[in-house]
């Protein structure tokens, strides 16, 4: 019973490309997130959701298009591949809408490769 | 602006030796703070948190983190480290920023190695 899930779980693809990551959680949580972790292992937060509303945007370049159909789905879709963009991409959701003490659920993670 | 400090890139162990891993932060308010452990190939996994009370919390998989305000740390303990404690560790603290909404803030995570 996977808590968060994410697909596909490797994805290499040329510059120029468009592609898709996406993610699910089947804990009922409210809140959703995206994160880049580069080569250094550093991770950075995206995007947040709650509730299909976008909450928190990280100075993420337009091509990076964060998608919710609903609050139990956070889709992330990239246009025009760079090669910068490779890094491991994790999702995560939380239960309660709001409060800095939330312990966040983060799926398996997605590596992306452009070349 | 909130940060995360882990100061050691790598640190080796020998397994049943004692571990420390270091975590300092700077945050304005009461910090809200995290320990994550992140297995090769795996997502991250919250192995404690403290965001008030006992400055001494305790985890799973025989964790503890004691907050210490003076020294705006939050370091990250265990009395006999197992061969399978080998993984990546992040220390965060969470941030409520004007949307009302948690952003967590990680540091640059140190990667724990077993010796025999």
């Known amino acids: 019973d996977t808590a968060v899930s994410q697909t596909p779980k490797y994805l290499v693809t040329q510059m120029g490309n468009d592609k898709s990551i996406k993610c699910e959680q089947n804990?009922?949580?409210?809140?959703m997130y995206w994160y880049k972790q580069d080569s250094k292992k550093f991770l950075k937060i995206m995007f947040s959701?709650?509730?299909?509303?976008?909450?928190i945007n990280e100075t993420v370049p337009n091509r990076f298009s964060p998608k919710s159909p609903d609050k139990a789905h956070l889709n992330l879709h990239i246009n025009s591949l760079e090669l910068g963009d490779s890094a491991v991409y994790f999702c995560a959701s939380s239960e309660i809408s709001g409060g800095a003490e939330e312990t966040q659920y983060f799926g398996p993670g997605t590596r992306l490769l452009v070349l | 602006a909130q940060s995360v400090t882990q100061p050691d890139i790598h640190i080796t162990v020998s397994e049943g030796a004692s571990l420390e891993l270091r975590c300092n932060y700077s945050?304005?308010?009461?910090?809200?703070l995290f320990w994550y452990v992140q297995s090769p190939g795996q997502g991250l996994q919250l192995l404690l948190k403290y965001f008030s009370g006992d400055t001494l919390v305790q985890g799973i998989k025989g964790f503890e983190a004691e907050f210490k305000r003076s020294q705006s740390s939050f370091n990250l303990r265990k009395p006999s480290v197992h061969w399978s404690d080998a993984a990546e560790y992040f220390c965060?603290?969470?941030?409520?920023?004007?949307?009302?909404?948690?952003?967590?803030?990680f540091g640059t995570g140190t990667r724990l190695l077993v010796s025999p």
């Open positions: 945050y304005g308010a009461t910090p809200y």
């Open positions: 959701y709650n509730n299909k509303e976008l909450i």
């Open positions: 965060a603290v969470g941030d409520l920023p004007n949307t009302g909404f948690q952003k967590l803030v």
């Open positions: 804990l009922g949580h409210d809140t």
